[in-house]
């Protein structure tokens, strides 16, 4: 048990100073994971054991011959199932891509190799990561560790479930309007998403480009600012990268009470348009005791108001859903991925392969943005979008002149039971207004664990600054944690050796209930609604 109340900082510390192997690390975790998938459904893909024994095997002669001693050398870590990794299936959870291994690895995948990180397994998704709770994965059904009759949120469900059932100390997500932050909170973990531009998306499988951003998952701020350092950094083969140095504030972060003591004057705003109709009232109340914890210990605490943030959901959903409907577009059955059988032509190949490959959700995003892109309507949704979102930005510029963060809740509930979400498209959609706004203006952005709601599922706080001050977002973000104290962690509950709170057992579940992953496509389709009809 003591591994799984380890960080993972710690943990690589007592592998580099002989107290732990690599794979004695690697196979407590392997135990632990086949202990809790069958009931949280965490991954899709295991890497191979042999692979594992042999990377383990190569980390450790790596450390002690000198060549890895990072901060993470010989930890395990989970990538979230649309980053590509040679060799290992990369599916995007969804039809169209179930049998692709991609014949390279995305960036961030080899800075982590590179710094003797060992790649565990990948991580289920809301299919191409459209979606806000993980059920629309055509593959497989992820359940919230802390309550198996709730989902973990969406798009990095996986990657948020299998950190909180103690799977795996760090996961690697994508968030492109709280695919990290909102699961994160639903599961309560840290999940950190950067300024756009600081994390390569080479070998990332695109939903909206512009938007996109690669972020860590951890059980810590320390934690996460070690994997965002191993990751982040400009590279070459994705132009938007910045040459901005990156900067992790490493004695505050080993140092909780430095942390602490960088509050003083800290100017913090709390926008009253993120608590507004529609918020819980245990999550409003949660931010003002962690805003009043913060004013507290030094800092200048001062509500204000961010009026734009009303058009943050049209802008949002019209710009990823025209970008997603173009990124998507090259999956047509021709080169790889799913094609029909017995297609009569060329188009029925194309409408059929679509069709069948993809689930209702994707279809119905392709489909919004092949309008708001169509002759006539493309000034009056798609360009005053564009012009949204820059006034959006420009708002939030205007008060980071003034202030140096900003505390907003992660989301507006805690995490809702399955069924709930999915049969009211819209209420999905609207449940992104704590988050996308932070894509839109190409910010970094913290979710933190802050308690529990009265269903006892966690509630989480957000923190965002502006771009390239992921320092400042550190350091407020650790001072928080360490003001806010420890926090009961789901692996260490009684029941932990069921992955957390268990309200249904396994007799108990029917097929459904079980996930579709160990179904025949035919039957997953009938599963599935919407999969399987043309459009």
Known sequence: MELLQMQAEELSGKIKSGELGVWEAVSFYKERAALAE?????????????????????VQEGIKSGRYQGSLAGVPVAVKDNICTKGLRTSCASEMLENFVPAYDATVVERMQAAGMIVFGKTNLDEFAMGSTTETSALARTKNPWNVQ??????????????????????????????????????????????YGRVSRYGMIAYASSLDQIGPVGRSVSDCAALYGIIAGNDPRDAVTSKEEVRIPRTALSDASEAVGRLKGMRI??????????????????????????????????????????????????????????????????KYGYRAKEAEGLQEMYRRSRSEGFGEEVKRRILLGSFVLSAGYYDAY????????????????????????LLTPSASETAPEFGTSLPEPLR?????????????????????????????????????????????????????????????????????????????SRGSRNEKDAGTAGMKKEERRECNAGRGKAV
């Not at 709280?178 to 998403?193: H, M």
């Not at 933190?448 to 502006?466: E, V, W």
């Open 428 to 504: 999905m959609y609207l449940s992104d207004i704590d988050t996308a706004g932070v894509n839109l203006a190409g910010l970094p952005a913290i979710s933190i664990p802050c308690g529990f709601g009265g269903n006892g599922l966690p509630l989480g706080i957000q923190l965002i600054a502006d771009r390239f001050c992921e320092e400042t977002l550190f350091c407020v973000a650790r001072a928080y944690e360490e003001l806010r104290g420890a926090l009961p962690a789901v692996w260490e509950r009684e029941d932990a050796g069921k992955a957390g709170t268990r309200q249904e």
């Open 150 to 195: 709730h989902v973990p949120g969406g798009s990095s469900g996986g990657s948020c479930a299998s950190v909180a059932a103690g799977e795996i100390p760090l996961a690697l997500g994508t968030d492109t309007g709280g695919s990290i932050r909102k699961p994160a909170a639903y599961c309560g973990v840290t999940g950190f998403k950067p300024t």
């Open 382 to 405: 798609y360009l005053k979008a564009l012009k949204a979102k820059r006034l959006i930005k420009e708002e939030f510029d205007r008060t980071f002149a003034s202030f140096d963060c």
């Open 269 to 334: 705003g709390v926008p009253k348009e993120y608590l507004g109709e529609g918020t819980q009232e245990e999550v409003r109340k949660a931010v003002w005791e962690a805003a009043a914890l913060l004013a507290r210990n030094g800092a200048v605490v001062e509500e204000i108001s961010l009026p734009l943030t009303e058009y943050v959901i049209s802008a949002y959903y019209i710009i990823a859903c025209a970008e997603a409907g173009s990124n998507l577009a090259r999956f047509d059955g021709v």
């Open 38 to 58: 069958p009931e949280t459904g965490a991954f899709l893909t295991l890497t191979e054991e042999a692979a594992l024994k042999r990377r383990a095997d190569e």
